[in-house]
């Protein structure tokens, strides 16, 4: 069985920064990309920011600039960085990841962080 663990979530005002932290465990072969998706309310999953095993990232546009994917792979580990949050960021925070287990790619989500930007 895998789990995926996210922490660093919670309120900060405009302008300000967090730092999301996902853990992947359990009886892990490999692990391919890696993703933050986000949900604000009322409104679908939407995807951030995806990473490859070789370290290339890929952003929605919306964060431009702004977020920053990173992984490690001896860890299991992927973050994101978020600087100059806004409002418009507000939203629970997922993480994603494609990962071998018995012999089989499955994609694993967590259980989401919530992340509020006060205005």
């Known amino acids: 069985q895998v789990q995926l663990v996210e922490s660093g979530g919670g309120l900060v005002q405009a302008g300000g920064s967090l730092r999301l932290s996902c853990l992947a465990s359990g009886k892990i072969f490999s692990i391919n990309d890696m993703a933050w998706y986000r949900q604000a309310p009322g409104k679908q999953r939407k995807l951030v920011a995806t990473?490859?095993?070789?370290?290339?990232?890929n952003y929605a546009d919306s964060v431009k600039g702004r977020f920053t994917i990173s992984r490690d792979n001896a860890k299991n580990t992927v973050d994101l960085q978020m600087n100059s949050l806004k409002p418009e960021d507000t939203a629970v925070y997922y993480c994603?990841?494609?990962?071998?287990?018995?012999?089989?790619?499955?994609?694993?989500w967590g259980q989401g962080t919530q992340v509020t930007i006060s205005s």
């Open positions: 990473i490859t095993r070789t370290g290339t990232s």
């Open positions: 994603n990841a494609e990962i071998l287990l018995a012999l089989k790619w499955r994609n694993h």
